[in-house]
């Protein structure tokens, strides 16, 4: 039977699990935006931030004697693999992945909400610390995607209208 810190570590793991994925979708979409630099420059942002988030969960697993799941990150990322071919097949791909994104923003910081309650509960104040830092960092991106979709909408739905323009990406 988990304890928890058993819990406590399994949902490190899938946090770590969950930025692997994160990175995979947010590079596969920013690799493919065109009309939309503003947007692309801010992706590009946060797969760096999603990068040293990975990086940092790993570290605290480590430190609190654990390994990654190499399975857990494996079907993370084929899971945003399969996201992004279908992402890349949609007419409206700049929508429907802003969409999935901020969708995926809440799942994080509800993930990171918890993590800092078992961190607390853990009595381990550095991965607390980690986690309350990466909290802030998906509030913001999650908060810029809020600020900016009905921006993002109204112009693809001008590009839609204007004969040439590539208003999918």
Same mark, same amino acid.
């Given at each position: ?13 899938? $946090?770590?699990?969950?930025?692997e994925?994160? !990175? ?13 630099p !503003? ?10 931030e999603?990068?040293?988030q ?5 570290? /605290? ?12 990150d =494996? ?11 279908t992402? $890349?097949? @949609? ?6 992945? @802003?969409?999935?994104s901020?969708?995926f ?5 509800? @993930? ?6 078992? $961190?607390?509960?853990?009595g381990?104040? !550095?991965?607390?610390?980690? /986690?309350?830092?990466?909290? =802030?960092? !998906? ?9 900016n ?16 323009? @590539?208003?999918?990406?």
């Amino acid at each position: 039977m988990p304890d928890s810190n058993d819990h406590f570590m399994d949902w490190l793991r899938d $946090a770590h699990a969950m930025e692997e994925q994160a !990175e995979q979708m947010l590079t596969a979409m920013s690799a493919r935006i065109e009309t939309y630099p !503003e947007v692309k420059q801010r992706l590009d942002q946060h797969i760096e931030e999603t990068r040293n988030q990975a990086a940092l969960i790993a570290q /605290c697993i480590q430190r609190r004697g654990g390994d990654t799941s190499t399975v857990k990150d =494996v079907t993370g990322k084929a899971m945003a693999m399969m996201h992004s071919f279908t992402a $890349a097949m @949609s007419s409206d791909e700049i929508i429907k992945g @802003s969409m999935a994104s901020y969708a995926f923003e809440h799942f994080e910081i509800a @993930s990171y909400k918890s993590l800092i309650v078992a $961190a607390e509960v853990a009595g381990d104040t !550095e991965t607390q610390r980690v /986690c309350q830092a990466i909290l =802030v960092e !998906e509030e913001a991106m999650a908060k810029w995607l809020a600020d900016n979709m009905p921006i993002l909408v109204k112009r693809f739905l001008q590009h839609a209208d204007t004969p040439g323009l @590539s208003e999918k990406r």
